[in-house]
C-alpha cells in the first residue's frame, strides 16, 4: 500500500537514511524503533508527506486514508465538548445528519415528491454508514481511553496537554484509517487505558505503525519491527522478542562476515606490498588494488552505546522506616484521593506505584516529598536523604548552561572526569558535553536531570514517570542504575517492562485506601488475573460444591437442579425480554415508516432517539444473556 524506495533524507548536513527501502502492505502491525534521533517520527512525517525525501521515491496506493497522531496535538484547543471534537472523525454521516434536519425542517412546509426522495437518499446513505450509532462508538472509545461519562460533555479546553491528546486518539481511531501512524502513543496513557489500546490495536482492521519506547505494548502488538540505525531502515518479520533474537543472530553474522573480509584484505595487501616493487609482479599487484578499491566493505558490528556501569553513592544510611504517612483525608474541593490509610516505606523497598489517571499516584509522591499539604501526620525519618524526580525537573535546568556546566554547579565537590563518565554512561560522548541545555531534546534534557538525581547521593529516590521521552536503550540504563542503587526508591511509571525489572513491591489506590502487593510486578499481575479470572468463575464453582456434595446427600441434589432450574429460567427470562424490545424496536421502525409520521420532524426525530436507545438495551441485554446461558450450560455439562 506505500513504498519507500531508495529514500535520503537529511536534517542540516546530517543524513537520517540514505538509500533506505520499506515496502508497508496492507494489515501490517509495525513497531518503529531506534535510538533517539535516529528519525522515527520525521520518517513518519516523511510518509505523510510533511517532509520532502532530498532523493529516492514514495509510491502510495491512491485511495489509502491516513491517520497520524504526533505530539503537536498537544496544544490543540476547542470550545466543544470532547465528544463533540470526537464524533467530527465522522465527516460524511456529520453532513448527512445536518442534511436531514433540515429536509425534515423544509418538510414542514413542502410537501413535493423531490424532497422526500432526497430525504429518502440521505437517510439509506446514513443508516449504511451505521449514523445511528456513531455517538455510541464515540462513546465507547472515549471511556475506553479513560474519560469518565460525566467528562464527555465538558469542553476540550478545560483538559490538560495529555488527556487533549487522548481525545485527538479517539478522533483518529473513529476514522479507521487504512494506515494508522501513531508517534508514542501510551505517553499519556495510564495503564487500564494502555491495556484498551492494546486489545483495539491488535484487532485493528488496517495497517498500524507505532513508534513506541514500552516494549511491552509493542510485544502484544505489532508482527513486524522496522529498526532504523546506521541511515538505513531494516524490517524484522515478528514480534519485538524475535527482533532481539533475529537481531543477535544478524549481528554475530555480520561480525563474522567482518572478521573473515578483513583477514582476506590483510593477505592481499601483504602481497601487494611485496611484489609492488617488483617489476616482473607490478601488474599484478596493480590488478589486487583496483580490486581491493571495488570490494564492498563489510561494516563492522557497534558494541553497545554505553558500556559504563554507573555507581549510584548513597551518602548516609537510614533508619528502618524511610517513610512513614498517617493519612486521614487527602481531597481536591469535594473529590476524595486518599483516605484514613498509612504510607510506609521501609529502608531497601524498591516500590512501583501503579494504577489509572486521577487515583492520586503523584499526589501521593508529594506527600511523601513534603510539598504537598494533606490531613494527617508525617513522622519523622532518621537520617534520610531524598531526591524527588518528575517532569517539572526537566524545567528546572538552567538552558543557557552547558550539559557539563550543569552538573559542575549541581555537584562542585565532584571532579570533570567523573562528571564526563557520568554523562558518558547517559549516552553524551565527547564534545556533546559541551552542548547547550536549550538545543536538546526531550528525552536528552531527561537524561541530564536524571544525571542530576544521581549526583544527590539520596537515601530515598521518588521518582514520577522517569521513563518518559526516553529510548529503549537509556530505560535500560536506567533500570541498570536502579537495580545496583543500594537506597530505596517509589516510582510512578506506566512502563511495565521497566517495573518488572525494578521493583520488588508493588503499590496500588483502591477505595482511597494505598494498598499493597508484596512481591514483582509480573506476580502482580498474574495474582490480579487469578482474581479476575475467580470472579468469572465464582457462580460455576457454588454449583459444582453443591453437585459434589449431592452425590452423598438427595436433599443436596435437589437443592442443585434448584439453583440449574435458576440459572435457566434466568437465561431464558432474559431472552423473552430481547424478544419483547426487539418487537418494540419493529413496531417503532413501522412507526417511522408511516408516511404522516416521517413527515412530521419533530416526530421522526423522537421516533429515531428512541430506536437508538432501544438498540442500546438490546445489546446490553444480550451480552447478559451470553454470559448467563453460559453459566447455565457449564453448570449442566457438570451434572
Known sequence: MLVLNNITFEFGSRALYRDAFWHIKPNEKIGLIGANGTGKSTLLRVITGEYSINSGDITRRRDMSLGFLNQDLLSYQSDFSILHVAMEAFERENELHDKIEDLLERMEHDHSEDIMHKLHDA?????????????????????????????????????????????????????????????????????????????????????????????????????????????????????????????????????????????????????????????????????????????????????????????????????????????????????????????????????????????????????????EPFEGVAQPAYNVQESFYAQHQLESLNIQNEMLQELQQFAPEENDQYLRKLLGAFLFKGDDVFKKIKVLSGGEKARVALAKTILAKANFLLLDEPTNHLDMQTVNILIDVLQRYEGTFVVVSHDRFFLAEIANKIWYIEDHKLKEYPGTYDEYEEWQERKRTEKIIAPVKEVKKVDEAAQKNNEEIKERKKQLQKLENNAKKLEEEINVLKKQKENLEQQLADPVVYANAQKSKGINGEIQLVEKMIREKEKTWEAAYTLWMDSADEK
Open 123 to 371: 437517510q439509506t446513505e446514513f443508516d449504511a454508514l451505521d449514523g445511528y450509532n456513531i455517538q455510541h462508538k464515540a462513546e465507547a472509545i472515549l471511556e475506553g481511553l479513560g474519560f469518565s461519562t460525566a467528562d464527555l460533555k465538558r469542553p476540550l479546553k478545560e483538559f490538560s496537554g495529555g488527556w487533549r491528546m487522548r481525545v485527538m486518539l479517539a478522533k483518529i481511531l473513529l476514522r479507521k484509517p487504512d494506515l494508522l501512524l501513531l508517534d508514542e502513543p501510551t505517553n499519556h496513557l495510564d495503564l487500564p487505558s494502555i491495556l484498551w489500546l492494546e486489545e483495539y490495536l491488535f484487532n485493528y482492521e488496517g495497517t498500524v505503525v507505532i513508534v513506541s519506547h514500552d516494549r511491552y505494548f509493542l510485544e502484544k502488538i505489532v508482527n513486524r519491527i522496522v529498526e532504523i540505525e546506521n541511515e538505513k531502515i531494516t524490517v524484522y518479520t515478528g514480534s519485538y522478542s524475535f527482533y532481539l533474537e533475529e537481531k543477535e543472530i544478524r549481528r554475530e553474522l555480520q561480525q563474522s562476515q567482518f572478521r573473515n573480509q578483513q583477514k582476506y584484505i590483510d593477505e592481499q595487501e601483504k602481497l601487494i606490498n611485496r611484489f609492488r616493487a617488483k617489476a616482473s609482479k607490478a601488474k599484478m599487484a596493480q590488478s589486487r588494488i583496483k580490486m581491493l578499491d571495488k570490494l564492498e566493505r563489510i561494516a563492522d558490528v557497534e558494541g553497545p552505546k554505553s558500556g559504563i556501569k554507573i555507581n549510584f553513592n548513597v551518602g548516609m544510611q537510614p533508619g528502618r522506616i524511610v517513610a512513614h504517612l498517617d493519612i486521614k483525608s487527602k481531597k481536591y474541593g469535594d473529590q476524595i484521593i486518599l483516605e484514613n490509610t498509612k504510607a510506609i516505606v521501609e529502608r531497601g523497598d524498591k516500590i512501583a506505584l501503579i494504577g489509572a489517571n486521577g487515583r492520586g499516584k503523584s499526589t501521593l509522591l508529594r506527600m511523601m516529598a513534603g510539598t
